[in-house]
Every structure is written in C-alpha cells, then in structure tokens.
C-alpha cells in the first residue's frame, strides 16, 4: 500500500503560481499512473492532469496551457506546477497513483485510482 501526502498549497493571487508536490512512501510509483484531481465547494471530484509512467500526459482543457505535471521517479515525488491561476482554480487538490493505463480514461473517472493524498487547498484571490 503507497501513502501519498500532498505539499504546497496556499493562497495566491489571481495570476500567480504555486507548485503541488506529492510525496510517496510505502513502495516506488515508477510503474504507476499519477494524477492531480481538484475539488471545489458544491461540486464533483474533477481531474484536472495526469502522467503515466511512459510519459503520456492529460491535461483538463481547463487547465492546459496553465499547468504542468511531471514526476521525479527517484525521489517517489510528483508535482503540479500550477501558473497563471484564476479564481475558478480554488479548489481542494488531491494527488492519486495507481496502476499505470490510459491516462485520460483515468484521468475522467477519479475511481480509477486506488490510492489518495489527504488533499490541499488552494485558494485564488485578491
């Protein structure tokens, strides 16, 4: 069983950045899928990007172009690097790994992961 802990929410401003990480312990994610999912007061767990571990990556549309994801296979660590945030970013952000398949069929249905993070928040604003 992995244990992932997300890092590095907080309070930005509109147009600012923050960088997500997710740490893992337990057993290696070098073969998994990881991904970052967001949820928002009132609404439904989205996700929001995800990256398999033969660097096949999806991104949300509402997001791409703004975040980037990448891991560090060596340091059992993935992050989120999150720019040019707007205030329909806020969000509670949850990091998942699981066995590695199609990333954007799991990046569409959250329960294709197994394993979650406690969740960071996120807000945007002035």
């Known amino acids: 069983q992995v244990q992932l802990e997300e890092s590095g929410g907080g309070l930005v401003q509109p147009g600012g950045s923050l960088r997500l990480s997710c740490a893992a312990s337990g057993r290696t994610l070098r073969y998994d899928a990881v991904g970052w999912f967001r949820q928002a007061p009132g609404k439904g767990r989205e996700g929001v990007s995800c990256?398999?571990?033969?660097?096949?990556?999806y991104y949300s549309s509402s997001v791409k172009g703004r975040f980037t994801i990448s891991r560090d296979n060596a340091k059992n660590t993935f992050f989120l690097q999150m720019d040019s945030l707007k205030p329909e970013d806020m969000a509670v952000y949850y990091c998942a790994a699981d066995a590695a398949g199609a990333v954007q069929a799991m990046c569409r249905s959250w329960d294709r992961f197994s394993s979650w993070g406690q969740g960071t928040q996120v807000t945007v604003s002035s």
């Open positions: 990256l398999s571990n033969d660097g096949s990556i």
